[in-house]
C-alpha cells in the first residue's frame, strides 16, 4: 500500500474504532505496512480524529523517515508482530473495557474460547467447535522485553489473530486493513459473551 492511502485508512479506521469506544484519552496505536516500510500513528494523539501529519513514515527497519511527534513505545512491538507473521499488513492496538477487563479475569497465559459462531469472523476458524486460543502477556513498561516474550511464545505456539496485554488492551492484525478491523469486531463480541458468560456462572 502507498504510504498516503495508509494514511487514509488508518484515519477512516481510527474514526470507526473511536467510534466504538475502544480507544479512549488518546489510547491504542494502529500501523500498516507499506511498500516502503510501515505508517505509524505518533503518540499522544486523539485517534479517533487523526489527520495525515499525525502518523510517522518508518523505514523496514524501523527507523523514522518522515513526520513530527514522536512515536509510542509500543511502535516496537507492532514491529514484532510484522516480523513474526510476514502475512501481517495491519496493526491495530486497542483499549476497550472488556479486553481490559477479560485480561485481568482469566487465569493463565490463554483465553480459550469455543463455541461462539462468532469465532468464523476470525480468518482461517470454520466452525464453532473449532477452539480460539488468544495469547495473554503481562503488561510490561520495557516494550523489547514484551516484544520478546511474545517472540518466544511465536515459537511454540504460533500467533494467528493477535494478542492480549493484561490490563492493558488487544492488539489485532489482519493482511489487510479490513481483516484487521474484521478481526477486532469479532474479538471484541466474543470478549462480550465470555465476560457475560463469566458473571452468570459465579452468580448461580
Not at 41 to 66: C, H, M, R, V, Y
Not at 91 to 96: E, F, G, P, R
Not at 125 to 146: R, T, V, Y
Amino acid at each position: 500500500m502507498q504510504t498516503q492511502d495508509a494514511k487514509l485508512a488508518l484515519i477512516e479506521t481510527g474514526a470507526w474504532i473511536a467510534q466504538q469506544g475502544w480507544v479512549p484519552a488518546t489510547g491504542g496505536n494502529f500501523s500498516i505496512k507499506t511498500e516502503t516500510g510501515f505508517v505509524v500513528t505518533a503518540s499522544g494523539f486523539d485517534k479517533g480524529n487523526l489527520n495525515p501529519e499525525q502518523f510517522l513514515e518508518l523505514s523496514p527497519t524501523g527507523q523514522i523517515q518522515a513526520g513530527t511527534g514522536r512515536p509510542s513505545a509500543e511502535t516496537e512491538l507492532h514491529l514484532k508482530l510484522y516480523k513474526l507473521c510476514p502475512h501481517a499488513r495491519c496493526v491495530l492496538h486497542t483499549h476497550s473495557i472488556s479486553a481490559t477487563v477479560l485480561s485481568r479475569v482469566v487465569e493463565g497465559n490463554c483465553l480459550h474460547i469455543e463455541g461462539y459462531e462468532m469465532q468464523k469472523s476470525l480468518s482461517g476458524i470454520e466452525s464453532h467447535k473449532q477452539a480460539l486460543q488468544l495469547p495473554i502477556f503481562d503488561n510490561d513498561q520495557n516494550i523489547a522485553q514484551l516484544a520478546e516474550q511474545v517472540a518466544n511464545h511465536h515459537i511454540d505456539l504460533p500467533i494467528h489473530h493477535g494478542v492480549l496485554i493484561r490490563g492493558h488492551g488487544l492488539y489485532a492484525f489482519g493482511r489487510t486493513v479490513q481483516e484487521a478491523r474484521r478481526h477486532i469486531e469479532g474479538l471484541e463480541f466474543l470478549f462480550a459473551c465470555e465476560l457475560e458468560r463469566i458473571k452468570l456462572m459465579r452468580s448461580l
